[in-house]
């Protein structure tokens, strides 16, 4: 069963989002048989690289939005961050481009370390203040991650990448996608936002089933005379069979 989870590492939502889906999946029990794979969405395409602001600027004036309700939003969202063992700080959230931040998480996916990266980006963006359109913050993370410095290097000095970022964007407005995070199973289930973890776990469990129906064993099989196989003793509102 794969598992496509369009996001943004710029979105609050989408890290709460991930700690529900992971809390959901750990309790699954066919975990081992699910893939997990991230999608890149951004919310702003058109922030530039760095933004001189805070993250209250930027939304009470970017987005039209008054001070007193981005600030109601901030609490309420960290509140329900701190409910998933998650520290937001929104006063100390650095603006910034996630573009170059996505062409990481898919480099990192070419060594089988995406989650890994994307983990790291969320929770250093919204604990820790981190600026993730950084060049020096992405190397180095980008070390830590254990990827090769020159292919790291190379995303800021090519377009290693950029292309499959865009097609996660293309793919997500193919599919009607127009907010995260966004999870998409076996491309024949959606659910929209942070559900809770109890969502996640029914969703889970519906497409496993409409993936493996329950089959018929024996019938039709070899065991009378006419080749069929009977019926085996069952019993039914109507009585049991003799």
């Known amino acids: 069963m794969k598992i496509e ?13 991930k700690r529900r889906f992971e809390a959901a999946l750990a309790e699954f029990p066919h975990r081992d048989a699910v893939e997990v794979q991230w999608r890149s969405y951004q919310l702003d395409p058109s922030l530039p690289e760095h933004y001189d602001g805070t993250e209250l600027d930027y939304l009470s004036t970017r987005k039209g939005m008054a001070p007193e309700q981005v600030s109601q939003m901030f609490d309420h969202v960290a509140a329900q961050a701190r409910g998933e063992g998650l520290d937001y700080r ?31 980006l969320l929770s250093d963006h919204f604990e820790h203040g981190q600026d993730i359109g ?13 990827l090769d410095a020159g292919a790291v290097a ?16 293309a793919e997500a407005r193919a599919l009607g996608i127009s907010g ?63």
Not at 5 to 17: E, F, K, T
Not at 134 to 146: A, Q, V, W
Request: proline letters at 4%; glycine letters at 12%; charged letters at 20%.
């Open 5 to 17: 989870i369009w996001s943004d590492v710029a979105c609050p939502w989408c890290y709460i989002g």
């Open 90 to 120: 929104f006063d100390a959230v650095v603006v910034a481009n996630s573009f170059t931040a996505h062409r990481l998480i898919h480099l990192a996916a070419a060594h089988g370390k995406q989650d890994a990266a994307k983990e790291r």
């Open 134 to 146: 950084s060049r020096d913050y992405l190397t180095g993370l980008g070390g830590e991650l254990g």
């Open 154 to 169: 190379e995303l800021f000095t090519s377009d290693k990448y950029a292309d499959d970022v865009r097609q996660d964007f």
């Open 180 to 242: 995260v995070p966004f999870f998409v199973i076996d491309r024949k289930f959606g659910l929209s936002g942070a559900q809770p973890s109890a969502t996640f776990s029914m969703a889970l469990e519906r497409a496993w089933q409409d993936a493996h129906p329950l089959a018929m064993v024996n019938a039709g099989g070899p065991g009378t005379e006419d080749g069929t196989e009977k019926d085996g003793g069952a019993c039914g509102p109507q009585g049991c069979a003799v």
